[in-house]
């Protein structure tokens, strides 16, 4: 991973890449990955490429395939590679002829005298292992009814994993298929099917042509998938889930986001979709949220079912998913990126357009609100990192296409759109955006053509402002400087600062300014103006004569993407009248300021935390609640860090935020979406003996929160939590309750509180099974282990194995794939909140010199952490 390069570097390193990269001549290199330089040799010698593609299933550990590439080549006198991994060839035929595979278990090598220019066909037949980690053909055996399920992943360059390819984002193809699968199995692809054969105990399914697409976007999923149909709107839905799930599906909900969506962005973006169909996948083991195949998008189960009824946070979030994921059919599968630098564009224009159709077309109207509380604070984190990066950054190889891919991509790039929207226009965006995908329609594109496109429509050059905001890492701070006199303002400047002198930029920006009054009413605005502010400094004469200010928040209703520092009196106006905020999207800002201040050590922790007591039981606002509750999780996850030298103080603090969650919830009785939220808050704080007796008591029906249901997902909650804290008598519990819920979820769920245990043997075990690169169990659950293994109390164990993880690291690093790593190094990684933590982590950056960039990304942010939470523990004011 790059780390803070300045602007000029990366353009340079970019441009040059491209400019180099059509002329490669050398031998592709024998690894797993393809390089940009490789990529853009092949794509110029190649096009007009068409897939025929044959699968037979059976629900055994293989599949088998028959692959025709029919294609047009320029130059016949160089070899030619086709991606294909870990497959066993039966038979290579080239334009007619039979030829000896040259295969490294990565990729096909066509010599140039079995190749012609002009029209070329490959076929390719081929045995394959399933894949087990959620790339490629993925299965899983549902452990409920052991049926099993496949279904299909190819983001980034992954197709491969699947059938022969040329697995690159620029060299669309059309694909033709035919499956041979069970009986009583449904397959879905791109296309709907146009015939089902029926051949003793299987079925064989043929789907027409498609149009052109990157590989990527592609999908084949296949199953005894339980199918819900849906013909209200202009474009049949389908929705799909594993059968012994179903009954938590709610399928209606699923069809009325979808169907108000497609209305939304039909109408929008002035184009309609173009894949005919929309089916919706809810998919076991998946490795991300959800995936835009095109016409035939992947949903992770354990991120959309729930054995309750859904809360409004719940069906929200669902909304804003099926949004973002339907943005993608517009904007990444019509239109496609040329290489995987482009990735980012994709992923911040579907956030943006995801919140912006949440918004406009649900019942969650305050979408923007969610998006600033949750998605923009992560990206403000990341760029405050070490580790952070500009938006548009190189991608030399398919091995670094994710190494960016963070809040930064996401919610950074979303925010820049949302800030460039407001400073051309809504509709002189919304036409650039029309403009671009007619330009662009089953082609890709750079960077350059979506901005070119908006450019023309506002008639204005925006190669400065994509100079700053996308080749630049880092975010800006921006502070009101203002005086008074005889109660009206007399002057006032808007200061804008760099983060460092490493990354000088100052950005143009359009915000709004508020000025705040406390009055018997509470805290009211009593003036707003729009600026255009760019440079260190920006004079605002229009609020010259205004009532002189309780409160200045200069990006009033968060137009911008800038760190917002209040003045003096405006943070003490925050910190004493939270409860007398009208505006919940205000009160949320003034909530961040006081975390934002955590974070900083400029606050206190026991400070913030005393205002949380004091304001959150108030709270009537669903979202900002959540926000509120979820840095209460934080604050405990810090507390439980501290140590000895705080450990009064956090058992106090504890206990009062115990009982303040479980009165909350008892006084939600009329509300479930409060009800469930602060319920749920008190189970994640639940810490003292007293807290926990109730929840086993809850647990055991011998105690009733009025108006609660404890349902499975519940009760997995409780259970989990007093196996962390060793509750006597918690590993019977897990044991009944794994008897009580034989579930894949269930199965999740109970190895989750198993590793969570406070016992040294256990801890071992797993992380042996975690190192374990040639382990049976599938990823996901090796995933789950990580994720549970060391909680934040849990120091001391963790201190048992720390030194011996930082030791592996390398080799661990070396001996797996970007997959697993992703999640290693994010979870596995010791930091331990003590002075010595943080040396030893600064010592390991010295050392392994040679991690992988995710790796060495995941280890640097680590340390950072680490000194951040050191430094919180040293500022806390309590003895």
Not at 394 to 422: C, E, M, W
Not at 478 to 504: D, N, R, T, V, W
Not at 637 to 652: C, W
Not at 815 to 826: E, I, K
Request: charged share 20%; with cysteine.
């Amino acid at each position: 991973m790059k780390k803070s390069m300045i602007v000029a570097a990366v353009a340079l390193a970019y441009g040059a890449a491209q400019a180099a990269a059509p002329a490669a001549t050398a031998p592709r290199a024998e690894n797993a990955f393809l390089s940009q330089a490789d990529a853009a040799a092949r794509s110029a010698r190649v096009s007009n490429v068409d897939y025929t593609l044959d699968f037979t299933l059976t629900g055994k550990e293989t599949f088998s395939g028959t692959t025709t590439l029919a294609f047009d080549l320029s130059d016949a006198s160089a070899p030619l590679t086709i991606d294909l991994d870990k497959a066993n060839i039966v038979s290579l035929t080239v334009n007619g002829k039979e030829v000896a595979p040259q295969y490294n278990q990565w990729f096909i090598t066509i010599a140039p005298a079995d190749l012609k220019a002009g029209r070329n066909s490959v076929t390719v037949s081929y045995t394959r292992l399933h894949s087990t980690n959620g790339e490629g053909l993925h299965r899983m055996v549902d452990p409920v009814d052991h049926r099993v399920y496949t279904y299909s992943h190819f983001e980034p360059a992954a197709a491969h994993q699947m059938f022969p390819v040329f697995d690159q984002p620029d060299l669309k193809g059309t694909y033709e298929i035919t499956v041979t699968a069970p009986a009583d199995w449904v397959v879905s692809s791109t296309k709907r099917e146009t015939g089902i054969q029926d051949i003793g105990n299987t079925r064989r399914w043929t789907f027409p042509r498609t149009k052109k697409l990157s590989s990527y976007n592609f999908a084949m999923h296949a199953g005894p998938y339980q199918v819900w149909e849906d013909h209200s709107g202009p474009y049949p839905q389908r929705l799909f889930a594993r059968q012994s799930v179903a009954a938590q599906v709610s399928p209606q909900d699923w069809f009325n986001y979808t169907r108000r969506g497609l209305a939304f962005f039909d109408r929008y973006f002035g184009v309609p979709y173009q894949f005919e169909k929309y089916d919706q996948l809810l998919v076991p083991d998946f490795l991300y949220g959800a995936m835009e195949n095109a016409a035939a998008i992947t949903f992770a189960e354990g991120r959309f079912l729930h054995q309750d009824e859904m809360t409004a946070a719940q069906k929200q979030n669902l909304a804003g998913v099926i949004m973002h994921e339907m943005a993608h059919q517009w904007f990444g599968d019509l239109v496609t990126m040329k290489w995987w630098n482009g990735l980012w564009l994709n992923e911040s224009f579907a956030s943006f357009m995801g919140t912006l159709a949440t918004a406009e077309s649900t019942e969650f109207t305050n979408a923007w609100q969610g998006f600033y509380s949750g998605a923009k604070q992560g990206a403000y984190v990341q760029d405050q990192r070490v580790t952070t990066h500009a938006i548009e950054t190189p991608v030399p190889s398919t091995a670094n296409a994710f190494d960016n891919i963070d809040a930064i991509t996401y919610s950074k790039g979303a925010s820049t759109l949302k800030q460039l929207r407001h400073l051309l226009g809504e509709e002189v965006f919304r036409q650039g955006v029309h403009n671009y995908l007619v330009k662009y329609s089953y082609q890709n594109a750079k960077l350059d053509d979506f901005i070119g496109s908006l450019g023309e429509a506002a008639h204005r050059d925006l190669s400065g402002w994509t100079r700053q905001w996308l080749y630049e890492p880092g975010v800006n701070t921006i502070a009101a400087e203002y005086s008074c006199a005889a109660g009206k303002i007399s002057s006032f400047k808007l200061h804008q600062s760099a983060p460092s002198k490493a990354m000088p930029t100052l950005r143009e920006q359009r915000v709004q300014i508020g000025l705040f009054n406390l009055g018997a009413d509470g805290l009211a605005l009593s003036k707003n103006v729009a600026v255009t502010y760019q440079g260190a400094v920006t004079a605002v004469p229009e609020l010259k004569g205004a009532a002189c200010p309780d409160l200045v928040y200069p990006n009033y209703q968060d137009w911008g993407y800038a760190q917002v520092q209040l003045d003096k009196k405006s943070f003490a106006t925050a910190q004493s009248s939270l409860g007398k905020v009208d505006d919940p999207l205000l009160r949320s800002m003034l909530w961040q300021s006081l975390w934002d201040g955590v974070r900083a050590v400029k606050l206190p922790l026991n400070e913030f935390l005393k205002a949380a007591l004091a304001n959150a039981p108030g709270e009537k606002d669903y979202t900002l609640l959540g926000d509120i509750t979820g840095k209460i999780r934080a604050s405990k996850a810090y507390l439980d860090k501290m140590g000895p030298s705080a450990a009064a103080y956090t058992a106090q603090v504890s206990v009062q935020l115990e009982q303040m969650a479980f009165a909350a919830a008892n006084a939600a009785s009329g509300d479930k979406n409060f009800q469930r939220r602060w319920f749920s808050t008190y189970v994640d704080v639940a810490s003292s003996p007293a807290a926990l007796a109730q929840l086993a008591d809850i647990l055991a029906g011998k105690l009733v929160v009025p108006g609660l249901n404890v349902s499975q997902d519940v009760r997995w909650d409780i259970v989990n939590r007093l196996n962390r804290y060793a509750y006597p008598g918690a590993a019977a519990l897990l044991a009944a309750e794994q008897a009580r819920d034989p579930s894949d979820s269930g199965q999740a769920a109970a190895l989750s509180a198993a590793v969570v245990q406070p016992d040294a043997k256990v801890k071992a075990e797993w992380l042996a099974n975690i190192a374990d690169l040639q382990t049976k169990l599938p990823f996901s659950k090796v995933r789950r282990a990580m994720e549970s293994l060391y909680a934040p109390e849990q120091g001391a164990l963790s201190e048992l194995s720390a030194a011996q993880r930082l030791a592996q690291l390398g080799q661990v690093d070396k001996a797996a794939g970007p997959v697993f790593m992703r999640a290693y190094a994010n979870t596995m990684i010791p930091a331990n909140c003590t002075p010595a933590s943080v040396q030893r982590l600064q010592g390991a950056i010295g050392k392994l010199k040679d991690l992988s960039a995710g790796t060495r990304r995941a280890l640097l942010v680590t340390h950072q952490e680490d000194e951040r939470c050191v430094a919180i523990k040293k500022a806390m004011t309590v003895n």
